[in-house]
């Protein structure tokens, strides 16, 4: 599928009313707006609100990426610690001065500790390695903070870091620095790993998720799910077998050779961690006030991934990846975008699954295999916690 192939299709506000003229009656801007325009001013409303954490305690939700992590980090953290450097809420940051370095820091607590296709060492230099790619930077340096359980077994520790040392060594990046901490039995899930990271940014660019524009093709590197499927069903704790491994991989080659093949054509990159690909186009929409609309033909999923969804009753889409990046670009840019994802060996599978549109702002929406279009929402938590 070609960017062109995409964009022909987009639904408008005039797409909505006209379906709403049918259904409800008047247009909207009319004495008597239709249901369809209440339900996106109501949307307008809630999105516009000053964000409040309403909880007294932490619950699983707060950590899972979605709509209450985002409350938590803007009506506390954000609170608390407010610059412009963190307000802009990238994925690193873009350390302002003349040495032109990105950094950023990442917490991992999956469980298992060990999955196919990788395990929590991996996973730490991977997460951070990508942060700083996202940003445009070429990763150089990471620290790592240990918090071990007691009776934690030494050589499951020594199998981590084994680990974290080979993917280091695979990512180009050194492990400079660190800290353990030990404590008592019972009072952590076995091992826990904190992960910084220092990059360089050598290119002329800015890349936000408020850089999107009318226009634009989303792009996604591969297929998605396979990381937080896999962490799902290697818990053991339902009777579902599946041929799956997760796709956790440092995506700095696969990043620098998007874009060189695009330059300044690429707005916005995001690996789609925490809440999948479904969060990642939300924060788009919201800080670009854009519209994105995702084609479900377009999104690839591998079959097992797809069925393992099904079965758990959960969208694909807000499913966690750990090696696969979401690019937002312009539109004369996209051919050569995906060419140079496709021809990568991370980014088998690569493609454009949507457009950027000027409305609804703030909205993400699919349109169906079946023909409809539906909004995709933030979730409030997630439905597969403890996966990175």
């Known amino acids: 599928m070609t960017s062109q192939d995409l964009g022909a299709s987009i639904p408008t506000r005039a797409d909505w009313a006209e379906q709403a003229v049918a259904s409800e009656g008047p247009l909207p801007g009319t004495d008597h707006p239709t249901r369809e325009q209440q339900v996106l001013d109501r949307i307008a409303k809630a999105r516009a609100r000053r964000p409040k954490l309403r909880e007294e305690r932490i619950t699983l939700s707060h950590g899972a990426g979605g709509k209450a992590t985002q409350t938590l980090v803007e009506a506390l953290f954000l609170e608390a610690f407010r610059n412009p450097v963190l307000e802009q809420l990238e994925d690193g940051a873009s350390v302002p001065g003349a040495a032109r370095l990105a950094f950023t820091t990442d917490s991992h607590v999956v469980s298992p500790l060990f999955f196919p296709g990788g395990d929590i060492g991996s996973l730490a230099v991977h997460g951070t390695v990508n942060d700083l790619a996202m940003t445009g930077a070429r990763p150089l340096y990471l620290s790592a903070g240990f918090v071990l359980e007691e009776g934690f077994p030494i050589v499951d520790l020594r199998r981590i870091v ?3 040392a080979a993917a280091a060594a695979e990512a180009g990046v050194q492990i400079v620095t660190g800290d353990t901490k030990v404590v008592e039995r019972g009072k952590a899930d076995g091992c826990y790993i904190t992960t910084a990271g220092v990059g360089a940014l050598e290119r ?28 799902m069903l290697a818990r053991g704790e339902l009777d579902i077998v599946a041929d799956v491994a997760s796709d956790t991989a440092s995506l700095h080659g696969i990043t620098a050779d998007l874009l060189d093949a695009a330059g300044a054509g690429v707005r916005c990159l995001r690996d789609a961690t925490r809440g ?35 079965l758990l009753g959960i969208d694909p889409l807000y499913v966690a990846c750990e090696g696969r990046l979401v690019a937002v670009v312009a539109p004369e840019a996209a051919d050569a975008a995906l060419a140079a994802l496709t021809a990568h060996p991370l980014g088998e599978g690569a493609a454009i699954i949507g457009t950027v549109a000027d409305d609804p702002p703030g909205l993400v929406l699919l349109k169906t295999s079946f023909g ?6 933030l979730l409030v938590g997630d439905p597969l916690p403890r996966i990175c």
């Open 204 to 231: 002329d660019l800015v890349l936000s998720a408020a850089g999107a524009r009318p226009g634009d093709r989303v792009l996604v590197s591969g297929p998605i799910g396979d990381h937080g499927i896999t962490v």
């Open 162 to 164: 084994d680990s974290m």
């Open 372 to 377: 409809g279009t539906r909004i995709v929402d």
């Open 276 to 310: 999948g690909v479904a969060t990642i186009c939300n924060e788009v929409a919201t800080a670009s006030g854009v519209a994105v609309v995702l084609d479900e033909k377009a999104v690839p999923v591998r079959p097992v991934v797809n069925g393992a969804s099904e």
